[in-house]
C-alpha cells in the first residue's frame, strides 16, 4: 500500500534523468525499507545496554555481539548500496525525502516484532508521511546538480558539521536519556545528511575509475563520517526509546541533504507562484506524520526482548 501511494504521488513530476526517474525512486525506495528494518533491529539491541556507554566504542564492541544488531547492520549496509546506486543517477533534494519513508516501513516490523497491532493513528501517520513526500516531490520538481564543489566550500561545510555534531555530543552530556536521545539524533541525522553529499560526490567520481577516485580525499572522508554517525546512531538508540530518536534522525538527514544539495551542488526545486507554499506543507505534513508515528504504542515500547 505504501510502494502504491509513493508511486501515485511521484507520478506527476519529472526529474532531468527522463527515464532513469524509475529505477531512482525504486533504489530510494528499496534503501528506506533497509534502513527502516535495520533501525528497529538495532535499537533493540542498543537499548539493553549499559547507560555509560554512550559515545564509546566499547558501545559498538559489545554490540557486535549481539545477533539482531549485526543483521541490523547488514540491513544499513544493504540500504546504503541502494540509496548509493539512487544517487549515482538522481539528487540529494529528490532520493533524501525518499528515505523518510524507513520509519513507515519501520512501524510493521516493530509491530510484528513486539507481537502488536498497529493502531489507526499509526497507519494514518503513515498516510501523512507518504502524502507529504509524494506532495513535496511532485510540487518542487528537484532538478540535477553538479555534485562538484570548490576546496574551500568543502572546509567550511565540514567544519560547519563537525562543528554541529561535537555540540549535539557535549550538550548530551550529563543530560537526561530522552533529551541525550534527541540530540544525539540530531547529531546523527547531520552526520548522515553530510555522508549523503559525500556519497553522491563519490559515485561520480568513479566515472572516472576506481583509482582516481582513491586518489582524492573524498572516500576516505566518507569513511571517516559514516563511523562518526553509525556511533552517534547507536548512541541515540542507547540512549532512550525509538520514538525519541529515529523522527529526529528521520527528519534531519534529507533537511541537511537537502541544503547541501541547494546550497553547494547546484541542485534546484520550484521556486515559482505558490510552489514554496505547498512544498513547505508538505515537508510540514511529513514532519507532522513522522512525531505522531513515533508516539504510537507500537513506537514507544522498550520492553524488548535480549
Do not use: K
Not at 23 to 40: D, K, P, R
Not at 152 to 167: E, K, R
Amino acid at each position: 500500500m505504501v510502494l502504491a501511494l509513493v508511486a501515485r504521488g511521484l507520478a506527476v513530476f519529472h526529474h532531468h534523468v527522463g527515464r532513469g526517474l524509475v529505477s531512482i525512486v525504486l533504489l530510494a525506495l528499496a534503501s528506506a525499507v533497509s534502513y527502516g528494518l535495520a533501525a528497529v533491529l538495532q535499537h533493540r539491541a542498543a537499548i539493553r545496554e549499559p547507560p555509560g556507554l554512550s559515545m564509546r566504542a566499547g558501545l559498538l564492541i559489545r554490540l557486535v555481539r549481539r545477533p539482531r544488531w549485526l543483521v541490523g547492520n547488514a540491513l544499513d549496509g544493504i540500504g546504503y548500496l541502494f540509496q548509493f546506486l539512487a544517487l549515482r543517477r538522481g539528487s540529494l533534494t529528490l532520493v533524501e525525502p525518499i528515505l523518510i519513508l524507513s520509519l513507515a516501513f519501520a512501524l510493521p516490523v516493530a509491530a510484528w516484532l513486539d507481537r502488536q497491532r498497529v493502531s489507526a493513528s499509526g497507519w494514518l501517520s503513515t498516510a501523512a508521511i507518504v502524502g507529504g513526500v509524494a506532495l513535496f516531490l511532485g510540487v518542487a520538481h528537484p532538478g540535477l546538480g553538479h555534485p562538484y564543489a570548490s576546496g574551500d566550500a568543502w572546509t567550511i561545510l565540514t567544519v560547519v558539521i563537525v562543528a554541529a555534531c561535537a555540540v549535539a555530543v557535549v550538550a548530551a552530556r550529563g543530560s537526561s536519556r530522552p533529551r541525550a536521545a534527541v540530540l544525539l539524533a540530531a547529531g546523527s541525522g547531520t552526520a548522515f545528511g553530510y555522508v549523503a553529499a559525500l556519497t553522491e560526490r563519490t559515485g561520480h567520481l568513479l566515472d572516472a575509475g576506481v583509482v582516481h577516485t582513491l586518489a582524492t580525499w573524498v572516500p576516505y572522508a566518507l569513511v571517516i563520517g559514516a563511523i562518526g554517525a553509525l556511533l552517534l546512531t547507536q548512541s541515540a538508540f542507547h540512549a532512550g526509546a525509538l520514538r525519541l530518536s529515529l523522527p529526529t534522525l528521520t527528519v534531519a538527514q534529507p533537511l541537511v541533504a537537502g541544503a547541501i544539495g541547494l546550497s553547494i551542488f547546484g541542485e534546484h526545486i520550484d521556486s515559482h507562484g505558490v510552489a514554496p507554499v505547498f512544498e513547505v506543507l508538505g515537508l510540514a505534513l511529513v514532519t507532522f506524520g513522522v512525531f505522531v508515528l513515533a508516539r504510537t504504542p507500537v513506537m514507544t515500547s522498550d520492553n524488548e526482548p535480549a
